[in-house]
């Protein structure tokens, strides 16, 4: 992994676990310990599956800067799936709070990405190779 990919996820799950951590509180402030269950389940959901988004992209750079994109996308669309997923199965749970679990995945899944953006914008990122040879300033 690449300081870059590091500082990136970093700056994205920091912010992403506070919100998740206001969640949490909110969360037992309204419902109790069910709530703050909820919020906490919701808000490692979306750390573990964002985080691993990032470390597979990180992983495809490695291997080809083309594969990159691809992988970038598959793990985006995966990722958006299995979330829809969580969602609609653990809606009727009674384990914890399911309003609360859903508003913190969605809260901590737009902090993530917001927080995400601006790392990458943040980020200077080589997009020329600064070690390619021009054909005509080869030795001959």
């Known amino acids: 992994m ?3 990919d590091v500082r990136i996820l970093k700056s994205a799950a920091l912010p992403t676990l ?3 951590a206001i969640a949490v509180v909110t969360a037992f402030l309204i419902a109790g310990g069910k709530g703050a269950l909820g919020a906490l ?3 490692l959901l979306v750390c573990a599956f964002f985080s691993i988004s ?3 992209v990180s992983f495809a750079a490695r291997i080809s800067p083309h594969f990159m994109a691809a992988a970038a996308l598959a793990s ?3 990722k958006v799936v299995v979330i829809m997923i969580a969602l609609s199965v653990f809606g009727d749970t009674t384990a914890w709070e399911p309003r609360a679990f ?3 995945v969605v809260l901590c899944t737009i902090g993530w990405t917001v927080a995400e953006v601006r790392a990458f914008m943040k980020t200077k990122i080589l997009y020329v190779d600064p070690d390619v040879q021009l054909p005509w300033q ?3």
Do not use: E, F, S
């Open 2 to 4: 690449q300081a870059n």
């Open 18 to 20: 506070m919100l998740g």
């Open 41 to 43: 389940i919701g808000t």
């Open 54 to 56: 990032v470390l597979a």
């Open 76 to 78: 985006y669309i995966v």
């Open 102 to 104: 859903a508003w913190t």
């Open 138 to 140: 080869r030795d001959t």
